[in-house]
Each structure stands twice: as C-alpha cells, then as structure tokens.
C-alpha cells in the first residue's frame, strides 16, 4: 500500500526545474508533500484533497489526480535549500492508516 | 508556540530489554501518530490515535509494540523485548484535528533507538 515515487533520486543545478511523481495503487482522500532533510523530521510543504487539484507554493506546487490515484510535485527555478528527500503521504479510503511514499531524494548543485 | 517534543533523543538498549518512547504533541492536537523510519526509508506508520484511543494500530509490527496515551495529550509507545531489527529512528507526529487528509501533520524530532 506504500505509494511509489519516482525518479528515486535526482540531482539538478540551480535554476533548474524537477517533477517528482508519486502513484497509489488504493484509492485516496489525499495526498501529502513533505520535504526532509538529512538527519532531521520531515517538513510539511502542502495537501492535496480534490481529483485535478494543484496548489502552488512559492516555486513549488503541486497536482493531484484523484481517478489516477496520481500526484505530482513540481520545483521550478530551484535553489540550493531544495536539497533533501522528498515523501508523498497519502490516506486511503478505508483506513486511518497514513502511508509515506518510497521517497525522492534530490540534490541542488550550485 | 512550542513544537512536538520526544524524548530521549537517543536510546541504546540491549537486545531483550524494555524500553519507553516518549512523545509530547503540540498542546491541543487531537490526531497523534507513531512512525518508524530506517536509514534511506520513508515513515512507516505505526499507529495512529484519536484522543485517548488508538483509532488505528493495524502498523504495530508485533505484540511486542504497543503505545499508549491516556489523558489524550502525552503518548508512550512500549517497546518489550527488543530486537536488533527495533532499530530505527522512531517519530512522533501530531495533527489539530481529526484526520490527516485535512490537516498537516507536525513532527518531532524523534528518537533513535539502537539495540545491540
């Protein structure tokens, strides 16, 4: 029930732009972005509830694709604090559960 | 405000011992989760409460797991009998309301737990 993510990791020069995907094989309710960095807990970055939704945040947002049990996370014009391993979350329909995706990790050279 | 705390930082323990994790969540969130995470591994969900309850504990690995929290606020989760493969960092979130598919979850900074 983990959702997979992809790429599994990816490294970009600054300015450059990223699409990090993540994919559900249950149903959602939601869809969670949290950014973590080495060594420390993950931070929250945005939700997702409706099929079609994106919501942006400053040079980051995102798209949810409620029938494809899809989402994708979009970085434009990253900087170098973008570093760190990105985890979709997700809530499927039956459950409390809250289930973490496999994780990107994405590394932003100058 | 203050943030969700968890203490200890660190623990090491021997395998086959006894140990006590604690999380203090964020005054006034109902929606409290347990977590554990190996090295190059996202959160796995271990168990999740509502108030006093535990809404959900299907995570909980084995019988040897089992957490705790019984004024709706601090929450312990027990770990009996460990084992080398109990090692990992284990984290503590916490939620205003009802239900992660509203409201963002506030982690702490976890514990890691070595067992030798």
């Known amino acids: 029930q983990q959702p997979v993510q992809s790429p599994q990791a990816v490294i970009l020069r600054e300015g450059e732009d990223a699409v990090i995907n993540c994919s559900s094989s249950?149903?959602?309710?939601?869809v969670h972005w949290y950014r973590q960095k080495h060594g420390e807990a993950p931070v929250f970055l945005m939700i997702?509830?409706?099929?079609?939704e994106q919501k942006g945040h400053d040079k980051i947002s995102a798209s949810f694709n409620e029938k494809k049990q899809q989402s994708s996370l979009y970085l434009t014009a990253s900087q170098l604090s973008y570093s760190g391993t990105y985890f979709c979350?997700?809530?499927?329909?039956?459950?409390?559960?809250?289930?973490f995706g496999t994780g990107t990790s994405l590394t932003v050279i100058p | 405000g203050a943030g969700v705390s968890q203490t200890p930082s660190n623990k090491v323990t021997e395998k086959g011992k006894y140990v006590e994790l604690r999380c203090d969540p964020i005054?006034?969130?109902?929606?409290l989760y347990w977590y554990r995470q190996s090295l190059g591994q996202g959160p796995e969900f271990l168990i999740y409460?509502?108030?006093?309850?535990?809404?959900?504990d299907s995570g909980l690995p084995n019988d040897r797991f089992f957490a705790v929290r019984p004024e709706g606020s601090v929450s312990t989760l027990k770990i009996q009998r460990t084992e080398r493969g109990d090692s990992a960092v284990y984290l503590c979130?916490?939620?205003?309301?009802?239900?992660?598919?509203?409201?963002?979850?506030?982690f702490g900074p976890g514990t890691r737990l070595t067992v030798l």
């Open positions: 979350g997700t809530e499927i329909m039956t459950g409390n559960q809250f289930y």
């Open positions: 979130a916490s939620s205003p309301l009802r239900g992660s598919s509203y409201n963002e979850q506030f």
């Open positions: 005054s006034g969130h109902t929606a």
């Open positions: 409460f509502q108030g006093t309850g535990a809404a959900d």
């Open positions: 249950k149903a959602l309710y939601s």
């Open positions: 997702l509830l409706k099929g079609g």
